[in-house]
Nanobody
């Protein structure tokens, strides 16, 4: 059974940086399209960034220029480097992996940005 485990969240001041990690168990990671979503209190879950199995990327407008998604298939890990954090980035961040027959979610990691 494939599982996703996020780490790297925390409390940071506005303008600071965090790097989130999502580690996958199992042998299918390289086939997964991976994404980071976030959900703020009282709001719907929204896509932050996506990276395909071929490492093509796309970003939500709110993330462009500040966040970078990357993957290391040898380590079965996807990363989200977040720079220039703003209070409105405060949310639970979730890792998602999709492939044929798979739609995987991690448990989430809290990111809190103080003003």
């Amino acid at each position: 059974q494939v599982q996703l485990v996020e780490s790297g969240g925390g409390l940071v001041q506005a303008g600071g940086s965090l790097r989130l990690s999502c580690a996958a168990s199992g042998s299918i990671f390289s086939s997964l399209a991976m994404a980071w979503y976030r959900q703020a209190p009282g709001k719907q879950r929204e896509l932050v960034a996506r990276i395909t199995s071929g490492s093509n990327t796309n970003y939500a407008d709110s993330a462009k220029g500040r966040f970078t998604i990357s993957r290391n298939n040898a380590e079965n890990t996807v990363y989200l480097q977040m720079n220039g954090l703003k209070p409105e980035d405060t949310a639970v961040y979730y890792c998602n992996g999709i492939a044929r027959g798979y739609n995987l979610w991690g448990q989430g990691t809290q990111v809190t940005v103080s003003s």
